[in-house]
């Protein structure tokens, strides 16, 4: 897919080319990563393992994106096919994660990565094309004024990374530490799995497939981690799934039994993963997207996080509005509090043929 040379170069500059990542292109796929890992604009959700996750375990078709000029990239756009009955027709960068869109290291291969989505999301007769950005990058799209995200450095010294905790929310790890919780970092999803099943019952929504877990597991290595809580009596309470990507922690999935809040698992818990970051030498941690009014909105900027607006902007082609698939639509009211009634077994086999479609 070749870009015209007249308005994707610089004077005295080769063309820019759009070309797209096959899936079992290993060498490609390495210096896709490469590039990644380089690129200060990229996020974890960049990295070219992403398209088997979208491919290989939800049966999207992938659409990976990369500009390059004289054989070195410049730029890259991960991109997704989500096509559903219920929740609509889109392609999105990219779906499943809270960051995306174009990464790129000059404005001219942003636009031609973003020109050739524009061209698929035609040829595939989407609703509407998605991109997940931290930045602003088009005034005069429609944006989603609904997520947050919450990033913070993390000081080199342990302690004063305790004393950084507001007041309250200290007391609550402290509380923790008396009750004689610990922590672990396990080896697979075996014990996150049950607490994440049962906490996203109790909120009402389908979880994501256990094989999704243990997949990310597989393909991301030592980048991706369980740290489990357990009591006294060492039952697991609480559990984190993180991502790593260069000096980052990203906790992702999470889950608890209803104990753990007695007992201040949750803060205990993503306590012990920034001492244990720290101790890594890890500089920032990134507690990820909340939705703004919500409870995990407050709970983040109780531990004196500050929420940074997060630009997911939408090129609208076959419907008039922004898409709302969001547990705070009003619409989904009654299949929230009914998916809630579910036994677990029942929502545990049903949910992943829902979820998947979500995004």
Not at 41 to 69: C, M, N
Request: overall charge positive; some cysteine.
């Amino acid at each position: 897919m070749s870009l015209d040379a007249g308005e994707n170069t610089v004077s005295g500059a080769s063309p820019l080319t759009v070309r797209r990542l096959e899936r079992d292109d290993r060498q490609g796929a390495r210096r896709w990563d490469a590039w990644v890992f380089a690129c200060p604009k990229a996020t974890f959700f960049h990295r070219a393992a992403w398209q088997d996750i979208v491919s290989g375990v939800f049966r999207h078709p992938a659409h990976f994106l990369y500009a390059e000029r004289d054989g070195m990239i410049e730029g890259v756009l991960p991109l997704a096919h989500v096509r559903s009955l219920l929740f609509g027709n889109a392609l999105v960068s990219l779906p499943f994660a809270v960051y995306g869109g174009v990464a790129a290291g000059s404005e001219a291969a942003a636009q031609a990565l973003e020109n050739e989505a524009q061209a698929i999301a035609r040829r595939l007769g989407v609703d509407h094309l998605e991109l997940r950005h931290f930045d602003q990058r088009h005034a005069d799209w429609p944006t989603q004024d609904l997520y947050v995200s919450f990033r913070k450095a993390i000081d080199p010294d342990v302690e004063a990374n305790m004393r950084a905790i507001p007041r309250k929310q200290r007391a609550m790890v402290r509380k923790g530490i008396k009750s004689g919780l610990k922590s672990d970092v396990d080896g697979d999803v075996e014990r996150f799995f049950p607490l994440y099943a049962d906490n996203v019952l109790r909120h009402g929504t389908p979880a994501l497939p256990k094989r999704y877990f243990r997949r990310l597991f597989e393909v991301f290595g030592q980048d991706c981690e369980v740290l489990t809580v357990t009591d006294a009596q060492g039952r697991a309470i609480s559990s984190v799934l993180s991502f790593r990507f260069r000096d980052e922690i990203l906790p992702y999935y999470a889950g608890d039994d209803v104990a753990a809040r007695d007992l201040a698992g949750n803060d205990f818990k993503y306590w012990e993963l920034m001492r244990r970051s720290c101790e890594r030498g890890i500089r920032v941690f990134d507690y990820g997207r909340s939705k703004q009014g919500t409870g995990s909105y407050s709970f983040k900027k109780n531990w004196g996080f500050e929420p940074r607006p997060l630009y997911y902007e939408y090129c609208l082609y076959r419907r008039g509005d922004i898409p709302q698939n969001n547990p705070s639509n009003v619409k989904f009211r009654l299949f929230i509090e009914a998916w809630r009634r579910l036994p677990i077994g029942v929502a545990n086999w049903l949910g992943p043929f829902i979820v998947r479609n979500l995004g």
